[in-house]
């Protein structure tokens, strides 16, 4: 397995469902973030882990509960969603956090579609 | 906060012309500057990368120029082929009350053949 992987890379749920999206990566890296993708928006940070301990959290509605176990390993817990938080959640990891962490490694997404 | 404009958010061009994407951003402190290429259903990648020491770089027919003063910088690609077709996002590094990377809208590119 190489970089980053999400799973379920689709989900479809009611508004009153629960569900959560996984993220894994495997290239030992100490930072790991949850995006946002909307079409033709910017993509939207929402949580950042560093070294499993959160450090950012950007002003997201308590529906998005994160969960970080480990360093490798992150999840987004979804819980009585709206039909606009339909998106594509991206996954990434970078090797550290602050001046240096550089390059973001992302996962292939997860498409979340609320009806 | 940074706050990072990108234009255009949709370019079209001829196999063999070049492209050119550019954005401006809003934090003077921030330093690192990002380039991500998106192609369709797939994760975004970096594809080119600037810090703010240098106002020019270099990766094969991929170039990024920064201007500090200005604070825009901008993607240039030469000799475009179709398989350059995706959407492009620029980043800057938020450097302030912690380090966040804020992503322009993207520009989709179009590479006709």
């Known amino acids: 397995e190489t970089g980053v992987t999400q799973t379920p890379r689709h989900l479809v749920m009611g508004m009153t469902n629960k569900k959560s999206l996984k993220c894994e990566q495997h290239l030992g890296h100490n930072a790991m973030y949850w995006y946002k993708q909307s079409a033709k928006k910017p993509l939207e940070l929402m949580f950042v882990y560093n070294f499993k301990e959160q450090t950012e959290n950007n002003s997201v509605p308590s529906r998005f509960s994160p969960e970080c176990p480990n360093s490798s390993h992150l999840f987004l817990h979804l819980h009585t969603l709206q039909p606009e938080d339909s998106a594509l959640y991206l996954c990434?990891?970078?090797?550290?956090f602050g001046v240096g962490a550089g390059e973001l490694f992302f996962g292939e997404g997860s498409r979340l579609t609320v009806l | 906060g940074e706050n990072v404009e990108q234009h255009p958010s949709t370019l079209s061009v001829q196999e063999g012309d070049s492209a050119v994407i550019k954005c401006t951003y809003s934090?003077?402190?921030?330093?690192?500057f990002p380039w991500y290429k998106q192609e369709l259903g797939k994760r975004p990648q970096l594809i080119i990368d600037i810090r703010s020491n240098v106002g020019e770089k270099k990766d094969q027919r991929i170039a990024v120029t920064l201007n500090k003063t200005a604070k825009h910088f901008s993607l240039h690609i030469t000799e475009t082929q179709p398989e350059d077709s995706a959407v492009y996002f620029c980043a800057a590094i938020e450097n302030t009350g912690g380090f966040k990377t804020i992503f322009g809208a993207g520009t989709r590119l179009f590479v006709k053949a």
């Open positions: 990434a990891s970078s090797q550290d």
């Open positions: 934090d003077s402190a921030s330093n690192y």
